[in-house]
Each structure stands twice: as C-alpha cells, then as structure tokens.
C-alpha cells in the first residue's frame, strides 16, 4: 500500500465528518489565502493551516494535513509533505471507482483560480501533451490539450512554486468549462 493510500484511509477513517461542509469554492479561496500569506513554503505549517482552512490538522511524522467530504461524490484532500523537499497538495478527489463531472464543486473554475495567482504577481507558464495529429492536408496543431500550469513570481528569491492541474467541468466526454483539478505549491 502506498504511503498516499496509507494516509487517506488513515484521514478517512479519522476524521469527523462535519455537519456544515465546507463548499469547494471556500477551499479554493482559503487556499489562496494561504499562498498570498504566505513567504515560503515553510509558512505552511500546522497552526497557520488550521487557523486559515478552519480545519483540524492530522499529523504524521514528517506529514500533516487533512481530508474533507463536499458531497457523496467529491472530497479535497490537502496534506503537507516535509520529507526532502517540503510541499503542498491540494486535491479534489472523487469517489474511488467513479468519474463524476465536477459542477457541483466548480463554484471557482479554473480561469478565476488562474486569475487571482496573476493578480498576486504569478507568471503563468502552460505546460501541454503531445499535440494530436491533423487531418492529413491540415497544419499540424500546436500543442495538445492542457496538462498543468506552472505559476512563479519573477523575483530574487525562490518564493513559492505552484503547479495548478486542470478537469474539464462535465463528465470525461463534454467538459463544459474548466476546474481546478489539483494544486501543488513547493
């Protein structure tokens, strides 16, 4: 079993399921806080974390964090790894064996999430697949579809890293518009 399967049956098994469930749009916008707060990734410890997600914080060892259920489909997970190199992971996670679309948790869609790491200073740099191959006849296409965006501020010191994985909205078929799939911040 792998350390990550470890830790959310673990979360799951441990952490009470709250009467008022936190809306993925509040998430998001925490999370935000949090990276605008925030100097390095050394600010994201476990008062800091409880304080701004409003959340009770598990820990393990080298690792903290914690998982909660939006809707008998969805659950955000985030968790805070400082073995050797220190990072952030924030996941919307749906039920094993499921692919639900996400409409119910894209209150905050991936262009607005994008858009206020701009605001905060962040360059955005998008990171895609392969490209797919044109109709023979046509101009080749220049890249494929989106795997992630990188997002740096242009500065002297390292500051954060924010890695930011996009889900099309609908089910795996017809997305609809775009959502924040998973953020990675180190």
């Keep these: 079993m792998t350390m990550t399967m470890t830790m959310t049956m673990t979360m799951t098994m441990t952490s009470p399921l709250k009467a008022a469930q936190p809306r993925a749009e509040q998430a998001l916008r925490r999370l935000l806080t949090l990276i605008r707060t925030s100097q390095s990734i050394d600010d994201f410890t476990p008062g800091r974390l ?9 820990r393990w060892s080298e690792t903290y964090g914690f998982l909660e259920r939006l809707t ?7 968790v805070v790894r400082n073995e050797d190199r220190p990072q952030v992971e924030f996941s919307f996670r749906e039920r094993p064996g499921s692919y639900p679309p996400m409409t119910d948790i894209c209150q905050l869609n991936y262009d607005a999430f994008a858009g206020e790491l701009e605001a905060m200073g962040y360059r955005r740099e998008s990171h895609y697949d392969s490209p797919p191959q044109a109709p023979h006849g046509q101009p080749q296409l220049r890249h494929g579809g989106l795997l ?4 740096h501020r242009p500065s002297s010191s390292p500051g954060l890293r924010i890695k930011v994985y996009p889900r099309g909205e609908g ?4 997305p609809s518009r775009v959502c924040v799939k998973t953020v990675w911040v180190g």
Excluded: G, L
Excluded at 148 to 151: G, V
Excluded at 171 to 174: E, G, K, N, R
């Design 72 to 78: 008998s489909q969805w659950t955000y997970v985030f």
């Design 148 to 151: 992630y965006e990188r997002f």
């Design 171 to 174: 089910v795996a078929d017809s």
């Design 50 to 58: 409880e304080a701004v997600m409003e959340r009770p914080v598990q």
